[in-house]
């Protein structure tokens, strides 16, 4: 892990509107997070990331920022192999994923805006840059994770989808546990008027220990941008790009496209 000058060339980002709304699910209900999307769905994945960071890393990686870690249920796989650092806009996420990972380095903070001034082997940017709604906001997360990809890195998107993938649908679930009980419906749509983004409304409900059932309505903005945006958004920081289809197993990610974003070993300190 290196430690790069403020004089490096990576302009120090403005502080992004922190008025967008927080998802419940990210907020009040964040301990309800578990029961929708369980750390057991996430191996496959974070074997391939883990692949993914090894086949095109110009070294051995041993270090890992996962910007965007919510529950840490990727980093809880990725581990054993990487020294995870996490980061999180969300209070309540990061102390989801502090019981399940007491091992990793927690930070609070935004992907849009964050500098470390210091460098990773791997960047990874899972599911959580999908909340980048506007092509703004997508370069300045793609910006964060150039800044702290170390020269020889890899930075690793996985948006849910590209504008090439995305259909509109419904999904349910659920888990139960001790106690209490999530069932949930996911409906995708895109308004008319939507440019860049689309909007994910979650229908909770949720059993406690006495019967009693809550339903909560929650909508999250996400972003969707083509694979060529992508390409281009990645490449004008200054990694090489390089677009990635993969079958996925998590539910709504058929087809999914992983973008990376491979930082030169050569020139890269300027
Ligand atoms: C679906 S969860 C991520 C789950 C994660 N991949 C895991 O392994 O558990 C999405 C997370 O993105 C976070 N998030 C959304 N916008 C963010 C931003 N601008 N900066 C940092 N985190 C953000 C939310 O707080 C939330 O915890």
Redesign the pocket.
């Known amino acids: 892990m290196g430690s790069p000058k403020r004089s490096n060339g990576v302009p120090e980002m403005a502080e992004?509107d922190r008025s967008d709304p927080?998802?419940l699910l990210?907020g009040e209900l964040a301990d309800w997070y578990p029961l929708l999307?369980p750390v057991d769905d996430?191996a496959d994945e974070a074997g391939l990331y883990l692949r993914l960071f090894e086949d095109h890393c110009r070294h051995a990686p041993r270090t890992l920022l996962?910007?965007?870690?919510?529950?840490?249920?990727?980093?809880?796989y990725l581990k054993a192999t990487l020294r995870c650092t996490l980061?999180?806009?969300?209070p309540a996420?990061l102390a989801l994923?502090r019981r399940l990972n007491p091992e990793c380095e927690h930070l609070q903070?935004?992907?849009?805006a964050l500098r470390l001034w210091r460098t990773f082997d791997g960047v990874l940017l899972?599911?959580?840059v999908s909340?980048?709604a506007t092509r703004e906001?997508l370069a300045r997360?793609i910006a964060t994770a150039y800044a702290h990809t170390a020269p020889g890195g890899v930075a690793l998107f996985q948006p849910d989808f590209v504008a090439e993938t995305f259909a509109p649908g419904t999904e349910t679930g659920g888990n139960d546990a001790e106690g209490r009980a999530l069932r949930y419906l996911e409906w995708r749509w895109a308004p008319a008027s939507c440019g860049s983004s689309y909007v994910t409304d979650m229908a909770y409900l949720l059993r406690d220990t006495n019967d009693a059932l809550e339903v909560h309505h929650d909508r999250h903005q996400m972003g969707l941008f083509s694979q060529a945006d992508w390409l281009e958004l990645i490449g004008a920081t200054g990694f090489q790009p390089l677009a990635i289809a993969v079958a996925h197993s998590s539910p709504g990610e058929a087809g999914a496209v992983v973008l990376l974003g491979l930082r030169p070993v050569m020139g890269s300190e300027s």
């Open positions: 992004p927080v998802p990210y999307t996430y996962d910007l965007g870690s919510g529950g840490g249920h990727v980093a809880a980061v999180d806009l969300s996420m994923s903070g935004d992907m849009r899972h599911d959580a909340y980048m906001d997360a």
